[in-house]
């Protein structure tokens, strides 16, 4: 995609590109950001407090609403999935992985200073992991019992559904891979991030992080710390040019889970 495309491309979504790449990306206006936050923001919530207690009263047994808000929230991020590839094809007319891999910043960090890529500049993860992981020990907002996954693990009533439940456990692990990897951070550090410069300047990050913590209002008790991640993964997506950071840091927490969700299967 030439450098002239992008500006045809930008011009007809009524935006500038940011000439800070070789290819700028269109930028967003403040009101199409909005609109893309509710994209996958309200679905979320719809799936979350509406459909998955309406699912559950369908399903029978102790396992029911586990099964139906699993079920929902997997589905909300499938659709974020769905639709950033929809955005993308509209934006720049194919889904070629070399198109969308500089257009969702699915590359190797870059140095603002030099413009190296890769090297010693993947170091960045080791801070940044370390500090989401310390976050971890900050206080939280307690979450309700029965929303509370790490509750239901550590529960009989979870032991017994997880033990040699291969099906559920690929269903999580389905779920976690659109959350880290294919879903969240593809639209909210691959899709929105590279585009909120033009509207936001040197604070796209900031913005990000506030709006990628708001989001979670399928989860509200968990947005204060999902807001705090704007420090330790949007930023250094932003200052970098990679959403793979964002991705990286994120599945972290995805790999950890899905090794004590296996030992319960093998038990």
Known sequence: MTATTSRKAASRQGAVPVETEPNPLPQYSRRRILGTWAVAALPMAALAWIVAPLLHSRLEGPSAWPRAILLCLTAGMIWQFVFVMIAVCREQGTLRWSVLKEALWLRAPRSPRTGR???????????????????????????????????????????????????????????????????????????????????????????????????????????PANTLDTFFISWPASRYRSALIGICVHSVQTVIFTGLLLALVLR
């Open 117 to 223: 890529r890769g090297g010693r500049l993947w170091w960045i993860l080791v801070p940044c992991i370390l500090l989401v992981a310390a976050k971890e020990a900050l206080p939280k907002i307690p979450a309700p019992v029965d929303r509370d996954q790490g509750l239901f693990l550590q529960s009989v009533a979870g032991q017994e559904f997880f033990a040699g439940n291969w099906l559920w456990f690929a269903v999580i692990v389905t779920m976690m891979i659109f959350n880290t990897v294919l879903g969240e951070e593809l639209l909210f550090r691959g899709l929105l991030l590279p585009r909120m410069r033009g509207a936001f300047g040197k604070w796209d990050w900031l913005v990000n992080g506030v709006l990628f913590g708001i989001y979670h209002l399928h989860l509200p008790w968990s947005i």
